[in-house]
């Protein structure tokens, strides 16, 4: 693992190199201390086609620039006929790279998008939530949804180049910044006890190269989410709940949506094990950083609840899984039948 050691400024402007080995191992190299605007000025490439967030400070250049908002509703089809007609327009070409300044969603939208133009072009991330830094700028997936269903279409197409500047969380609201400590938390919470026991995943400084190599970790052995090697599912903790909860409830963020998944899965479980190490200590870590987890008085509409779960591409055969862990740091996977969920979440609807 490359990375942390090399984070030793108060305040770091990595940009990391992704590229992959013949053996889809993800290799970075990092450059610090580079400010993204300084960065942009004398580096930006000629043949760059910018997609920006308007929420965002967006570096001066004369380069073609599309302004679109990080949100859920723009990861669709025609938010994808969007930059794809803006690239048309333009006149890019296979030669051309598109950068992506924006939140997570952003980011699933052009990286799907980059991967479909001429059969798949240069792109570069410059994630500017907590949430992207941490996990939507990491590991390659790209989607948007369709109908119901959350990352239904999508590929995997890594990002060239990532820039990380943290001085674009200056400006984020602290309801998106809880939102990307909760991905955080759920990876610490089921797979690094070590740092759960110490608390150390609390520190601003070192949380987005922690993560980041959290992350790696997890996904370097698995990089196409094989049925051979379960360890990336790891990642979908919380979200089989979570993303019926984001969906059903559309002012939730994705991070909140996700620490609600995360209680409520663990709540399940405790029907079929009564081993389970308890979860106060997780409540109290996603109270702390201002996260509800009374995930009761979400589970509002029994049927279009479960209904979205069994959409989610994460069911099986009418099967669904969630990942919980039976204390920190140590994941496992619980297959149930949709009729078990039903139960469950009829006994404790609000
Ligand atoms: N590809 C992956 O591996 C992966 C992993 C995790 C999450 N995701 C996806 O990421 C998305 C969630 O991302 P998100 O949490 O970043 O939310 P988001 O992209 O919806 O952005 C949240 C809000 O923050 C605003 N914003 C962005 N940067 C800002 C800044 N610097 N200052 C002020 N406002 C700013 C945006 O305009 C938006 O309103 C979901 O669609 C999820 O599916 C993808
Ligand atoms: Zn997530």
């Known amino acids: 693992m490359v990375g942390s050691n090399l984070f030793q400024t108060s305040r770091f402007h990595p940009i990391f190199d992704t590229s992959l080995s013949h053996d889809f191992s993800y ?22 086609f910018l997609v920006c967030d308007p929420k965002i400070k967006r570096p001066t250049t004369d380069r073609p620039l599309l302004l679109m908002e990080s949100a859920e509703d723009n990861k669709s089809w025609m938010g994808v006929e969007k930059i794809i007609q803006f ?3 333009h006149q890019a070409d296979r030669q051309s790279i598109l950068i992506a300044m924006g939140g997570g ?4 939208l052009v990286g799907f998008a980059a991967s479909i133009y001429m059969r798949g072009i240069t792109w570069w991330a410059v994630p500017t939530t907590l949430l992207s830094m941490v996990d939507a700028s990491v590991g390659g997936k790209t989607a948007i949804n369709v109908n119901d269903t959350k990352n239904l279409i999508g590929s995997f197409h890594p990002p060239r180049k990532t820039i990380i500047d943290l001085a674009f969380l200056d400006t984020l609201p602290p309801e998106h910044y809880a939102s990307g400590m909760a991905e955080v938390i759920k ?3 089921t797979s690094d006890a070590k740092a759960w026991e110490a608390e150390t995943f609390y520190n601003r400084e070192n949380i987005v190269p922690y993560a980041i190599d959290l992350k790696l970790k997890v996904i370097n052995n698995d990089w196409f989410e094989s049925s051979v090697n379960k360890e990336r599912l790891i990642l979908n903790a919380g979200h089989t709940f979570g993303h019926a909860f984001e969906k059903l409830h559309p002012h939730l963020s994705h991070g909140q949506a996700i620490a609600l998944g995360l209680m409520a ?3 399940f479980a405790t029907y079929f094990t009564h081993s389970l190490h308890s979860t106060e200590q997780l409540r109290q870590v996603f109270n702390h950083i201002g996260l509800e987890t009374d995930y009761k008085k979400y589970l509002t509409d029994v049927d279009k609840l479960i209904d979205l779960m069994v959409k989610d591409k994460k069911s099986q055969q009418e099967m669904l899984q969630f990942i919980v862990a039976k204390a920190p740091g140590q994941p496992y996977c619980l297959r149930c039948s949709v009729d078990d969920v039903r139960t469950f979440v009829s006994e404790n609807i609000s």
């Open 265 to 267: 899965e663990h709540d």
């Open 87 to 89: 690239l048309q327009q």
């Open 27 to 48: 290799t970075r190299a990092y450059k610090v201390s580079i400010d993204f605007f300084e960065f942009t000025a004398s580096h930006l490439p000629p043949n760059a």
């Open 105 to 108: 969603s952003l980011l699933d």
């Open 187 to 189: 990876m610490v919470w």
